[in-house]
């Protein structure tokens, strides 16, 4: 028969005993999400709130709500017919004025129609970095660039908060309806703006907020003054250099690479 004590002892044994099991089982999972999470709220440059538009993260920053990004399962809406016409992206291409031999980048390719474009500008001798966080549209441009035997456009999939581009390798880097989509917007941009060149450009094509008229979602939409107010952070090194009004529904916003900008605050 077993003494009191003796029972005891075993009870407390039990205890740390199922106290190891469950941590061996659920708390290195707790632990190791603490961080993240902490890391998340005390980043102070975004804003989370509960009532938002339900097209959009419930993520704010600047002001600005983010919008959800739109699924490879939409890859068809890319390729519509009538883009040409909504959107003029002949005319756009045009404007953007790129050079054979250049290094330039369509960020948030998608399907590629952008991307085949620009490889016709730049030729040969140039590259297209096509960059999506998505492989699945990466897989749709592959079959069309390996089918045209365009070797002068490469593949990048990258991340929310990285383009995964060299530093000062690029001469122009495009966006079209795509920086609004931003996880992480700042992030991004500090890696974006250390990815060109000096005077390098960056080029955000948006549909305007500030027309009523532009059949698009609004949390799809940006201002040319919102833009700006993005861009501003000094370690981005990035001036305004002009705002292009030719095309039916979207801003064509030019910022260029300064030569040395500040260094990151910390």
Same mark, same amino acid.
């Given at each position: 028969?077993?003494?009191? $004590?003796?029972?005891?002892?075993?009870? &407390?044994?039990?205890?740390?005993?199922?106290?190891?099991?469950?941590?061996?089982?659920?708390?290195?999972?707790?632990?190791?999400?603490?961080?993240?999470?902490? *890391?998340?709220?005390?980043?102070?440059?975004?804003?989370?709130?509960? #009532?938002?538009?339900?097209?959009? @993260?419930?993520?704010?920053?600047?002001?600005?709500?983010?919008?959800?990004?739109?699924?490879?399962?939409?890859?068809?809406?890319?390729?519509?017919?009538?883009?040409?016409?909504?959107?003029?992206?002949?005319?756009? &291409?045009?404007?953007? *004025?790129?050079?054979? =031999?250049?290094?330039?980048? #369509?960020? /948030?390719?998608?399907?590629?129609?952008?991307?085949?474009?620009?490889?016709?500008?730049?030729?040969?001798? /140039? $590259?297209?970095?096509? &960059?999506?966080?998505?492989?699945?549209?990466?897989?749709?441009?592959?079959?069309?660039?390996?089918?045209?035997?365009?070797?002068?456009?490469?593949?990048?999939?990258?991340?929310?908060?990285?383009? *995964?581009?060299?530093?000062?390798?690029?001469?122009?880097?495009?966006?079209?309806?795509?920086?609004?989509?931003?996880?992480?917007?700042?992030?991004?941009?500090?890696?974006?703006?250390?990815?060109?060149?000096?005077?390098?450009? &960056?080029?955000?094509?948006?549909?305007?907020?500030?027309?009523?008229?532009?059949?698009?979602?609004?949390?799809?939409?940006?201002?040319?003054?919102?833009?700006?107010?993005?861009?501003?952070?000094?370690?981005?090194?990035?001036?305004?250099?002009?705002?292009? =009004?030719?095309?039916?529904? @979207?801003?064509?916003?030019?910022?260029?690479?300064?030569?040395?900008?500040?260094?990151?605050?910390?």
């Amino acid at each position: 028969m077993h003494s009191r $004590k003796s029972i005891t002892v075993w009870c &407390v044994w039990c205890a740390i005993l199922s106290g190891l099991l469950w941590f061996v089982f659920h708390g290195g999972d707790t632990f190791a999400e603490e961080p993240a999470a902490a *890391k998340e709220k005390a980043d102070e440059r975004y804003e989370f709130r509960k #009532d938002h538009d339900p097209n959009g @993260q419930g993520k704010f920053y600047m002001g600005r709500e983010l919008a959800q990004v739109m699924s490879f399962h939409g890859a068809p809406w890319l390729e519509r017919p009538e883009r040409e016409e909504e959107e003029r992206l002949s005319t756009l &291409v045009d404007l953007l *004025k790129i050079q054979p =031999g250049q290094h330039v980048c #369509d960020l /948030g390719a998608g399907s590629g129609v952008i991307t085949l474009m620009m490889a016709a500008r730049v030729g040969e001798t /140039g $590259k297209v970095y096509a &960059v999506d966080i998505q492989q699945e549209m990466l897989d749709l441009l592959a079959d069309k660039t390996n089918r045209l035997g365009l070797k002068q456009v490469e593949l990048v999939l990258g991340t929310e908060k990285n383009p *995964k581009l060299e530093p000062a390798s690029l001469d122009l880097l495009l966006m079209v309806d795509v920086y609004h989509e931003f996880a992480f917007p700042y992030e991004m941009m500090l890696e974006i703006s250390q990815a060109l060149k000096p005077g390098g450009r &960056v080029v955000f094509v948006e549909y305007r907020r500030e027309d009523p008229k532009v059949p698009i979602k609004l949390v799809h939409k940006m201002s040319q003054a919102q833009v700006k107010k993005e861009m501003s952070p000094p370690e981005f090194g990035l001036k305004w250099k002009e705002t292009i =009004g030719k095309l039916p529904r @979207q801003h064509v916003i030019v910022f260029e690479r300064q030569a040395s900008p500040p260094a990151p605050s910390p």
